[in-house]
């Protein structure tokens, strides 16, 4: 198979819809769909099947998704490292969500900056979830995930820390003055919705909480009283004295790992990682 045609099944897949697909990848529809026939001919198989209600993907579709997509992502990874290299910068691209970990990857930044092949560490922060897509395209080199949040599928990684999760909500509010909730307490709040994060693709969901961008206008609206969140209890020194905390019992436990491309033979990269192990 070319990468082509791959991207061209991928669209179709997704969009489940081929004009959709179309105009995604910048084509007339005929050729569209004639590429997604002659690739289900030397396949043997249907991909896709399709009726006068729409477009379906099969079970072997299915799997063609899920591997063509990691093949195209593979591709793109090794173009962004290839370039990289080509500039002849040695350092590491290291990808973490912006307002998490800062204590954790402080002291890892110092910690490998005194080891004596350390080699320059750039941090890309980023929003919600925008670690992992970085790290997939080949953009970072490793990256802080947070499990359950994050998926670490295809990933090597090493667990760095657990942490418990605690309601933030505004000082003096009744429940500031309580041992712990549950989750079931903090989303019956009356006018303290939980906030809305974009999309990885753009936009918000649907839903009354206010919509952030980042930790710094979440933290603004739990002050102002208009917003309340369930976060990772290390949040607490970003916080003041207009917030306040509580543990919530029942909220998963957050784990914080260093994550890196399985393939990845870089001798800098395992030392970062080993690096932050020792931590």
């Excluded at 303290?192 to 693709?201: A, Q, V, Y």
Aim: hydrophobic share 40%.
């Amino acid at each position: 198979m070319e990468t082509r045609e791959l991207r061209y099944f991928v669209a179709v897949a997704e969009e489940l819809h081929f004009g959709r697909a179309a105009r995604r990848l910048g084509i007339a529809q005929p050729p569209l769909s004639r590429a997604i026939s002659r690739l289900e001919r030397r396949l043997g198989t249907t991909l896709l099947e399709r009726t006068s209600r729409g477009v379906t993907l099969t079970a072997p579709g299915s799997v063609l998704l899920r591997e063509g997509s990691a093949a195209l992502a593979a591709v793109e990874a090794a173009e962004h490292r290839t370039r990289r290299a080509a500039t002849g910068h040695p350092g590491v691209v290291l990808a973490t969500k912006a307002g998490a970990t800062g204590e954790l990857l402080a002291k890892l930044l110092d910690a490998y900056a005194a080891e004596p092949d350390a080699v320059t560490v750039d941090v890309l922060l980023c929003g919600p979830g925008e670690q992992e897509r970085l790290l997939r395209e080949g953009r970072a080199d490793v990256a802080l995930l947070h499990r359950p949040f994050d998926s670490t599928t295809g990933f090597d990684t090493e667990e760095l820390r657990t942490e418990r999760q605690v309601a933030v909500l505004p000082a003096g509010h009744p429940f500031a003055g309580r041992d712990s909730v549950r989750m079931a307490d903090v989303a019956a709040l009356p006018n303290l919705p939980m906030p809305r994060w974009p999309h990885p693709d753009g936009g918000y969901p649907d839903g009354p909480g206010p919509q952030v961008r980042d930790h710094t206008q979440l933290l603004q609206m739990i002050a102002l009283g208009r917003a309340c969140a369930v976060m990772p209890e290390s949040c607490r020194i970003h916080l003041r004295d207009e917030h306040a905390t509580v543990p919530v019992l029942d909220a998963p436990t957050v784990t914080t790992v260093i994550a890196w491309p399985a393939h990845s033979r870089s001798r800098a990269v395992a030392d970062l990682i080993g690096t932050a192990t020792r931590l």
